[in-house]
C-alpha cells in the first residue's frame, strides 16, 4: 500500500502483487498546512539567496531560522519547495532594478540610432551625427546591464544562453560596431579631405554589421522572456530575429554592391528593398518586443517590492503575536500558581514531602 501527495491530500492505493495493477481506494485526508510546513523546517538553502530585509546571502542556513544579520524569518518560499520552477518574478528585487534600468537603455538606444541613421543617412543633416553617437552609448550600457549573471535560486533552470558566458561577453563586444559608427560619422562631420572620406567609410561598414548584430541582442532577450513565461513575448522577439536575420544581409549587400546597370542591378534593387522593408518591420516588431519586456521588469519590480513589505508587515505581526501569547501565557502561570499555593513549592519547607531527608552531615571515622 502505498501513499500519493496529491494537491494537499493523500491517496491511498494498494497493489496487486500478481497482476501488478493497483486500485486506488476511494480513501483521502487532507494535510494540515502546518504539516507541509513542519516538513520543509530543517532544509539548507543550497544557492545564494538574499534576505528579503537586509540582502544577507542565506546560503547554508535552514529554513524556519533567522537571518543573522537582522532576524527576519527564513520561509521556505516559493523557490524552495521543490514544487515550483521560479520565473523573473521571483528574482532578487536588485536584479529586476537593474535589468529594468538596461533594458531602459535599451529601448532609448535603439530609438536614438534609428533617429541617428534617418537624420544622418536620409536627411544629411549634420545633426543626426552626434545624435547616433550618443544612442550608441546608451545602447552600449544597456547591454552590458542585461547580460549581467543572473541569480541562481534554489529551482533555477540554467539556460544554454543566459548562462553562457562567452555569449554575454561577446553580446558586450558587440555594440563596438556601433559606438564606431556613431564616432565615424561624428569625425566625418568635424572634418574634412580624405579623412572624411575614410569616416564615412567607416560609417557604411559599421552600421549594416551593427544591424545584423540586434540578431544576437534579440535572441538572448528571448531567452529573458521565456525565463518571464510570456509564450506571445517569445514568440515576437524570435519572430523579429529571423526578419532581421533575413532584411539586414540583403541590405548590407545591396549597400556594398553597386553593379552596372542591367538585370544583376534589377536583382540587388528588388533585393535591397525587400530587405529595408523586412528589416523595417522586424526592428519596429523587435523595439515594440523590447519596451513590452522592459514594461515587464518594471512590474516584477514592484510586485516583488510590494511582496517585500506585505512579508516584512507579516513577520512583524507573526513576532508580535508570539510575543502576546507568551505574556499571555506567562501571566496565566503566575496567575493559576498565586491562586494555589500548593503550586509553589519550596524545596526547604517541603523536603519531606518530597523524600528528602535533611539532617546533620555524619561524621567519617577517621574523625
Same mark, same amino acid.
Given at each position: 500500500?502505498?501513499?500519493?501527495?496529491?494537491?494537499?491530500?493523500?491517496?491511498?492505493?494498494?497493489?496487486?502483487?500478481?497482476?501488478?495493477?493497483?486500485?486506488?481506494?476511494?480513501?483521502?485526508?487532507?494535510?494540515?498546512?502546518?504539516?507541509?510546513?513542519?516538513?520543509?523546517?530543517?532544509?539548507?538553502?543550497?544557492?545564494?539567496?538574499?534576505?528579503?530585509?537586509?540582502?544577507?546571502?542565506?546560503?547554508?542556513?535552514?529554513?524556519?531560522?533567522?537571518?543573522?544579520?537582522?532576524?527576519?524569518?527564513?520561509?521556505?518560499?516559493?523557490?524552495?519547495?521543490?514544487?515550483?520552477?521560479?520565473?523573473?518574478?521571483?528574482?532578487?528585487?536588485?536584479?529586476?532594478?537593474?535589468?529594468?534600468? !538596461?533594458?531602459?537603455? =535599451? &529601448?532609448?538606444?535603439? /530609438?536614438?540610432?534609428? +533617429? $541617428?541613421? *534617418?537624420?544622418?543617412?536620409?536627411?544629411?543633416?549634420?545633426? !543626426?551625427?552626434?545624435? =547616433? &553617437?550618443?544612442?550608441? /552609448?546608451?545602447?552600449? +550600457? $544597456?547591454? *552590458?546591464?542585461?547580460?549581467?549573471?543572473?541569480?541562481?535560486?534554489?529551482?533555477?533552470?540554467?539556460?544554454?544562453?543566459?548562462?553562457?558566458?562567452?555569449?554575454?561577453?561577446?553580446?558586450?563586444?558587440?555594440?563596438?560596431?556601433?559606438?564606431?559608427?556613431?564616432?565615424?560619422?561624428?569625425?566625418?562631420?568635424?572634418?574634412?579631405?580624405?579623412?572624411?572620406?575614410?569616416?564615412?567609410?567607416?560609417?557604411?561598414?559599421?552600421?549594416?554589421?551593427?544591424?545584423?548584430?540586434?540578431?544576437?541582442?534579440?535572441?538572448?532577450?528571448?531567452?529573458?522572456?521565456?525565463?518571464?513565461?510570456?509564450?506571445?513575448?517569445?514568440?515576437?522577439?524570435?519572430?523579429?530575429?529571423?526578419?532581421?536575420?533575413?532584411?539586414?544581409?540583403?541590405?548590407?549587400?545591396?549597400?556594398?554592391?553597386?553593379?552596372?546597370?542591367?538585370?544583376?542591378?534589377?536583382?540587388?534593387?528588388?533585393?535591397?528593398?525587400?530587405?529595408?522593408?523586412?528589416?523595417?518591420?522586424?526592428?519596429?516588431?523587435?523595439?515594440?518586443?523590447?519596451?513590452?519586456?522592459?514594461?515587464?521588469?518594471?512590474?516584477?519590480?514592484?510586485?516583488?517590492?510590494?511582496?517585500?513589505?506585505?512579508?516584512?508587515?507579516?513577520?512583524?505581526?507573526?513576532?508580535?503575536?508570539?510575543?502576546?501569547?507568551?505574556?499571555?501565557?506567562?501571566?496565566?502561570?503566575?496567575?493559576?500558581?498565586?491562586?494555589?499555593?500548593?503550586?509553589?513549592?519550596?524545596?526547604?519547607?517541603?523536603?519531606?514531602?518530597?523524600?528528602?531527608?535533611?539532617?546533620?552531615?555524619?561524621?567519617?571515622?577517621?574523625?
Amino acid at each position: 500500500m502505498g501513499g500519493e501527495l496529491i494537491a494537499g491530500a493523500v491517496r491511498i492505493e494498494t497493489i496487486d502483487p500478481s497482476s501488478g495493477r493497483s486500485d486506488r481506494l476511494g480513501i483521502s485526508m487532507a494535510i494540515n498546512p502546518r504539516t507541509l510546513e513542519k516538513m520543509m523546517q530543517n532544509q539548507v538553502i543550497s544557492r545564494d539567496r538574499p534576505c528579503p530585509r537586509c540582502d544577507y546571502n542565506l546560503r547554508g542556513l535552514s529554513v524556519g531560522g533567522v537571518c543573522p544579520e537582522c532576524g527576519y524569518p527564513i520561509s521556505a518560499g516559493r523557490s524552495s519547495s521543490g514544487m515550483f520552477v521560479d520565473t523573473l518574478v521571483d528574482a532578487p528585487i536588485r536584479y529586476l532594478k537593474q535589468l529594468t534600468a !538596461g533594458l531602459a537603455l =535599451l &529601448a532609448l538606444g535603439g /530609438v536614438g540610432l534609428y +533617429l $541617428g541613421m *534617418f537624420v544622418y543617412g536620409w536627411l544629411a543633416e549634420d545633426s !543626426g551625427a552626434f545624435v =547616433l &553617437a550618443g544612442a550608441s /552609448v546608451a545602447w552600449w +550600457l $544597456g547591454v *552590458f546591464i542585461i547580460t549581467t549573471r543572473r541569480p541562481m535560486q534554489d529551482h533555477t533552470v540554467r539556460d544554454a544562453i543566459l548562462e553562457n558566458s562567452r555569449v554575454r561577453w561577446v553580446l558586450r563586444c558587440v555594440p563596438v560596431l556601433w559606438f564606431l559608427a556613431g564616432a565615424a560619422a561624428s569625425m566625418q562631420v568635424i572634418t574634412s579631405g580624405p579623412g572624411s572620406e575614410i569616416a564615412f567609410t567607416i560609417y557604411q561598414i559599421c552600421v549594416p554589421l551593427g544591424l545584423i548584430s540586434f540578431i544576437a541582442i534579440a535572441i538572448y532577450l528571448s531567452s529573458l522572456a521565456e525565463w518571464a513565461s510570456d509564450e506571445g513575448l517569445v514568440s515576437r522577439i524570435r519572430l523579429s530575429a529571423w526578419g532581421l536575420g533575413v532584411g539586414m544581409p540583403l541590405i548590407a549587400v545591396g549597400s556594398l554592391m553597386n553593379p552596372s546597370p542591367g538585370p544583376m542591378y534589377l536583382i540587388f534593387y528588388v533585393g535591397s528593398l525587400a530587405g529595408f522593408w523586412m528589416g523595417f518591420l522586424a526592428s519596429m516588431l523587435f523595439g515594440f518586443s523590447l519596451v513590452q519586456l522592459m514594461l515587464m521588469g518594471i512590474w516584477a519590480t514592484n510586485n516583488a517590492t510590494s511582496g517585500k513589505d506585505r512579508d516584512i508587515r507579516v513577520a512583524e505581526l507573526k513576532a508580535r503575536h508570539s510575543a502576546e501569547m507568551a505574556e499571555r501565557s506567562f501571566q496565566a502561570a503566575e496567575a493559576a500558581r498565586k491562586s494555589d499555593p500548593a503550586n509553589d513549592i519550596d524545596p526547604l519547607s517541603d523536603a519531606d514531602a518530597l523524600d528528602i531527608k535533611i539532617g546533620p552531615v555524619p561524621e567519617s571515622p577517621d574523625g
